[in-house]
């Protein structure tokens, strides 16, 4: 069983919209978790770290579901410039040093 | 501030060649990850330095992977002898305390034919 698991996508949303991923892991030790970015052919950069209590950044929301081991993105008024693909990173190995990757859910926003 | 470079960006070099990828951190940062993805699959952990120093090499795959950090700064990890599996893009990534701040670099994308 993988670590971390992602749906691939693609999701393809217009502009304006409103759109989530989820990312289910398998470890219920893990204590930190992240949402990456990823541009085509370019390196994954740090959107957003996820807190048990949730984190909000402008149109971005993050959310930790514990008891049934996912995080969440939400992505609202999406933009253009959101298309990319999105990483979920959890935290592991024995002393948490190193990140377990999902695939990636690929997001295109179209005009 | 530079960010963390990686070089080459492309390598083509055939089976059972010999190859070195590079990786200079952000200055300062004692964290040096590496990181692979292979074509269709996710991002996976190779090894972690502090300073000079391997605290987890679990992720190598096997012995013809061998990489180095003299002095503690750049980062050096050489394929010996390439495989076709090998291809893939190679990511380094570094930070100053533990892997939370972790920035990567723009990858080495490595075809072995």
Known sequence: RKEVEQDPGPFNVPEGATVAFNCTY??????????YRQDCRKEPKLLM?????????????????????????????SKLSDSATYLCAVLGGYNFNKFYFGSGTKLNVKP | EAGVTQFPSHSVIEKGQTVTLRCDPISGHDNLYWYRRVMGKEIKFLLHFVKESKQDESGMPNNRFLAERTGGTYSTLKVQPAELEDSGVY?????PEGPFEAFFGQGTRLTVV
């Open chain 1, 26 to 35: 398998s470890n219920s030790a893990s204590q930190s978790f992240f949402w």
């Open chain 1, 49 to 77: 770290s996820v807190y048990s209590s949730g984190n909000e950044d402008g149109r971005f929301t993050a959310q930790l579901n514990r008891a049934s081991q996912y995080i969440s993105l939400l992505i609202r008024d």
């Open chain 2, 91 to 95: 990511f380094c990534a570094s930070s």
